[in-house]
C-alpha cells in the first residue's frame, strides 16, 4: 500500500500548516508514519516518527514546532508545522512501515515553501 500525502502549500514565515498522510490500509493501525524532507539540491532527511502506540519522536532541528498524530478510525497521520521558517522549503514524504516487520512504501510527497 502506498501512503498519499496531502496538505502542502504555500505559507509565510511564521506560519503554519498540516499536512495528512493517508492509506487505504486496514492494517493502518500496525503501521508507523515516519516523516521526511527534501529541499532543493539536498539529500533526504528525517522529520520524526508517529509508531502504532502514538508514540513519537522528532529530529533536533524541530525543536518543538511540529508534532506528529493520528487518527487510525481514519487511516490517516498529521504532521502539524507551526513556526515555519525558509529553511523548511522542501518536499514532505511519509514513509508507510510495519511496525513488526519493517516493510515500508514511500508516498509521493507533497511540497511545502515557505516565502513571504
Known amino acids: 500500500v502506498q501512503p498519499v500525502e496531502s496538505g502542502g502549500g504555500l505559507v509565510q514565515p511564521g506560519g503554519s500548516l498540516r499536512l495528512t498522510c493517508a492509506a487505504d490500509?486496514?492494517?493502518?493501525?500496525?503501521?508507523?508514519l515516519s516523516w521526511h524532507r527534501q529541499a532543493p539540491g539536498k539529500q533526504r532527511e528525517w522529520v520524526g516518527l508517529i509508531n502504532s502506540r502514538n508514540v513519537t519522536n522528532f529530529a533536533a532541528f524541530v525543536k518543538g514546532r511540529f508534532t506528529l498524530s493520528r487518527d487510525d478510525r481514519k487511516n490517516e497521520g498529521y504532521l502539524q508545522l507551526n513556526n515555519l521558517q525558509p529553511e523548511d522549503t522542501a518536499i514532505y514524504y511519509c514513509k508507510y512501515i510495519h511496525d513488526r516487520t519493517g516493510l515500508f512504501s514511500w508516498g509521493q510527497g507533497t511540497q511545502v515553501t515557505v516565502s513571504s
Open positions: 490500509d486496514s492494517d493502518f493501525s500496525i503501521y508507523a
